[in-house]
């Protein structure tokens, strides 16, 4: 079955640069997408379509493909941006959406 | 600003059914897809089921097929998730979610959220 793969965790100091990868054997094919989430809050969406960032979120937030692997840059990390982020994409047929298992971004 | 209020959580006992609905302020709701998600305490973000726009195209997890049926009424811009034959798994917080507009060659991400509703299955 399709799966999209994520570390669990990232560690990065403040102003420092943080990357989180996304894979899945889809993904050449499918766009991806990320999610932010705060404890206790619902997602946002911060990265469509692979690299675009909706209205209102940071230029910090930056995402890009490669392959079967996207990633979500977060540049100048702030303690604000701690949070778990989720990639999420579907299938060929768009019969099935897929989230990422979530990465736990830890600012130090 | 669109906005998403779901209700009908709850306890609810193995086995038992619960109906889970969402109230959407935006005049095009009928453009759009929508869908539920859900996640388990601790857990991550589950995909639950999609539907178009028209109401006539329905998608689920393998998990919740069979049990689960998603529904919308775009007079009332609302959508419905009814829930049987539920299971101690099934536990989660439930959020219905806004997808594309049927009319873009892209609609399969969700854009605006609800704050989600509680279900909890337990005897």
């Known amino acids: 079955s399709y799966e999209l793969t994520q570390p669990p965790s990232v560690s990065v100091s403040p102003g420092q640069t943080a990357r989180i990868t996304c894979s899945g054997d889809?993904?050449?094919?499918?766009?991806a997408y990320w999610y932010q989430q705060k404890p206790g809050q619902a997602p946002v969406l911060v990265i469509s379509?692979?690299?675009e960032r909706p209205s209102g979120i940071p230029e910090r937030f930056s995402g890009s493909s490669s392959g079967t692997t996207v990633t979500l840059t977060i540049s100048r990390v702030e303690a604000e941006d701690e949070a778990d982020y989720y990639c999420?994409?579907?299938?060929?047929?768009?019969?099935?959406?897929?989230f990422g298992g979530g990465t736990k971004l830890t600012v130090l | 600003q669109v906005q998403l209020v779901e209700s009908g959580g709850g306890l609810v006992k193995p086995g038992g059914s619960l109906r889970l609905s969402c109230a959407v302020s935006?005049?095009?709701?009928?453009?759009?897809?929508m869908s539920w998600i859900r996640q388990a305490p601790g857990k991550g973000l589950e995909w639950v089921s999609y539907?178009?726009?028209?109401?006539?195209?329905?998608y689920y997890a393998d998990s919740v097929k069979g049990r689960f049926t998603i529904s919308r009424d775009n007079a009332k811009k609302s959508l419905y998730l009814q829930m049987n034959s539920l299971r101690g798994e099934d536990t989660a917080v439930y959020y219905c979610?806004?997808?594309?507009?049927?009319?873009?060659?892209?609609?399969?991400?969700?854009?605006?959220w609800g704050q989600g509703t509680l279900v909890t299955v337990s005897s």
């Open positions: 979610a806004r997808m594309g507009p049927h009319y873009s060659s892209t609609w399969s991400f969700f854009d605006y």
């Open positions: 935006a005049s095009t709701f009928s453009d759009y897809y």
């Open positions: 539907i178009s726009y028209s109401g006539t195209t329905r």
């Open positions: 889809a993904l050449p094919k499918q766009f």
């Open positions: 379509r692979d690299t």
């Open positions: 999420q994409s579907t299938d060929s047929i768009a019969s099935y959406v897929l």
